[in-house]
Protein backbone atom coordinates (compact mmCIF):
# COMPACT_ATOMS: atom_id res chain seq x y z
CA UNK A 1 0.00 0.00 0.00
CA UNK A 2 2.82 2.76 0.55
CA UNK A 3 4.15 1.95 -2.86
CA UNK A 4 0.52 3.01 -4.41
CA UNK A 5 0.85 6.07 -1.99
CA UNK A 6 4.13 7.07 -3.03
CA UNK A 7 3.35 6.81 -6.68
CA UNK A 8 0.64 9.00 -6.09
CA UNK A 9 2.93 11.85 -4.23
CA UNK A 10 5.51 11.65 -7.05
CA UNK A 11 3.12 12.54 -9.53
CA UNK A 12 1.58 15.05 -7.96
CA UNK A 13 5.24 16.38 -7.26
CA UNK A 14 5.35 16.17 -10.73
CA UNK A 15 2.90 18.28 -11.71
CA UNK A 16 2.96 20.82 -8.67
CA UNK A 17 4.71 23.13 -10.26
CA UNK A 18 2.56 23.65 -13.32
CA UNK A 19 -1.02 23.74 -11.02
CA UNK A 20 0.34 26.24 -8.49
CA UNK A 21 1.63 28.47 -11.84
CA UNK A 22 -1.90 27.97 -13.03
CA UNK A 23 -3.79 28.68 -9.93
CA UNK A 24 -1.36 31.81 -9.62
CA UNK A 25 -2.27 32.82 -12.94
CA UNK A 26 -6.24 32.24 -12.46
CA UNK A 27 -5.89 34.72 -9.17
CA UNK A 28 -4.30 37.28 -11.18
CA UNK A 29 -6.38 37.28 -14.21
CA UNK A 30 -9.30 37.38 -11.13
CA UNK A 31 -7.78 40.35 -9.66
CA UNK A 32 -6.98 42.35 -13.22
CA UNK A 33 -10.29 41.44 -14.79
CA UNK A 34 -10.48 41.29 -18.84
CA UNK A 35 -10.54 44.11 -20.92
CA UNK A 36 -13.69 45.05 -22.49
CA UNK A 37 -15.46 44.49 -19.01
CA UNK A 38 -16.26 46.35 -16.19
CA UNK A 39 -13.57 46.37 -13.77
CA UNK A 40 -14.26 45.79 -10.10
CA UNK A 41 -11.23 47.34 -9.01
CA UNK A 42 -13.04 50.67 -9.49
CA UNK A 43 -16.48 49.56 -8.02
CA UNK A 44 -16.85 51.74 -4.67
CA UNK A 45 -18.16 48.55 -3.46
CA UNK A 46 -14.90 46.62 -3.73
CA UNK A 47 -11.34 47.40 -4.46
CA UNK A 48 -7.97 45.33 -5.29
CA UNK A 49 -4.29 46.14 -4.74
CA UNK A 50 -2.96 44.46 -7.73
CA UNK A 51 1.04 44.98 -6.30
CA UNK A 52 -0.37 42.09 -3.36
CA UNK A 53 -1.73 39.78 -5.42
CA UNK A 54 1.35 37.07 -5.67
CA UNK A 55 0.19 33.79 -5.20
CA UNK A 56 -2.92 32.29 -5.41
CA UNK A 57 -4.83 34.09 -3.00
CA UNK A 58 -6.67 37.41 -3.58
CA UNK A 59 -8.06 40.04 -0.96
CA UNK A 60 -10.96 41.77 -1.90
CA UNK A 61 -10.69 45.33 0.52
CA UNK A 62 -14.84 45.94 0.65
CA UNK A 63 -15.31 49.56 1.02
CA UNK A 64 -18.21 51.64 2.86
CA UNK A 65 -20.47 49.93 5.53
CA UNK A 66 -22.59 48.05 3.29
CA UNK A 67 -22.49 45.31 2.39
CA UNK A 68 -19.83 43.62 5.54
CA UNK A 69 -17.70 41.25 4.43
CA UNK A 70 -19.98 38.09 5.45
CA UNK A 71 -22.55 39.58 3.35
CA UNK A 72 -20.79 40.28 0.33
CA UNK A 73 -19.85 36.66 1.06
CA UNK A 74 -23.85 35.59 1.30
CA UNK A 75 -24.48 37.63 -2.04
CA UNK A 76 -21.41 35.84 -3.83
CA UNK A 77 -22.71 32.50 -2.56
CA UNK A 78 -26.74 32.99 -3.51
CA UNK A 79 -28.37 32.07 -6.84
CA UNK A 80 -31.51 34.85 -7.57
CA UNK A 81 -33.87 34.49 -10.30
CA UNK A 82 -32.86 37.97 -11.55
CA UNK A 83 -29.33 36.82 -11.91
CA UNK A 84 -30.15 33.82 -13.97
CA UNK A 85 -32.59 36.45 -16.01
CA UNK A 86 -29.94 39.29 -16.60
CA UNK A 87 -26.60 36.89 -17.08
CA UNK A 88 -27.99 32.98 -18.70
CA UNK A 89 -25.78 32.07 -15.64
CA UNK A 90 -26.27 30.42 -11.63
CA UNK A 91 -23.19 31.21 -10.56
CA UNK A 92 -22.38 30.37 -6.99
CA UNK A 93 -18.57 31.93 -5.09
CA UNK A 94 -17.75 30.68 -2.22
CA UNK A 95 -15.13 33.52 -0.51
CA UNK A 96 -14.10 33.89 3.01
CA UNK A 97 -14.72 36.66 5.17
CA UNK A 98 -11.10 37.38 6.29
CA UNK A 99 -11.16 40.41 8.69
CA UNK A 100 -14.03 43.62 9.21
CA UNK A 101 -13.59 44.61 5.59
CA UNK A 102 -11.72 42.25 3.50
CA UNK A 103 -12.56 39.13 1.73
CA UNK A 104 -10.12 36.18 0.85
CA UNK A 105 -10.39 34.53 -2.69
CA UNK A 106 -8.35 31.46 -3.25
CA UNK A 107 -7.63 29.19 -6.13
CA UNK A 108 -7.00 25.75 -6.32
CA UNK A 109 -6.12 23.27 -8.55
CA UNK A 110 -9.91 22.31 -9.50
CA UNK A 111 -10.90 26.09 -10.28
CA UNK A 112 -10.59 26.52 -13.84
CA UNK A 113 -9.82 29.96 -15.78
CA UNK A 114 -13.11 29.74 -17.16
CA UNK A 115 -14.42 29.30 -13.37
CA UNK A 116 -12.72 32.37 -12.49
CA UNK A 117 -14.08 34.41 -15.58
CA UNK A 118 -17.72 33.51 -14.11
CA UNK A 119 -16.33 34.21 -10.54
CA UNK A 120 -15.26 37.94 -11.84
CA UNK A 121 -18.47 38.45 -13.53
CA UNK A 122 -20.38 37.22 -10.58
CA UNK A 123 -18.99 39.54 -8.42
CA UNK A 124 -19.26 42.46 -10.78
CA UNK A 125 -22.91 41.57 -10.86
CA UNK A 126 -22.83 41.68 -7.05
CA UNK A 127 -21.11 45.01 -6.97
CA UNK A 128 -23.84 46.20 -9.40
CA UNK A 129 -27.02 45.40 -7.34
CA UNK A 130 -25.26 46.22 -4.40
CA UNK A 131 -24.88 50.03 -5.75
CA UNK A 132 -29.00 50.28 -7.14
Known amino acids: ?18 TLRRDHDNA ?5 GTAGSIHVLDSPLCSINLAAVETNIVMVNVRGAWPSP ?4 DRLRAVSEEEVAETGRAVSV ?4 W ?3 TVRAVWHRNVSARDTELARRKLE ?3 RKCQE
Open 1 to 18: QAGVLAAAAGLGLQRAEE
Open 99 to 101: SAR
Open 125 to 127: FVA
Open 70 to 73: AELC
Open 94 to 97: LLLP
Open 28 to 32: RSFAE
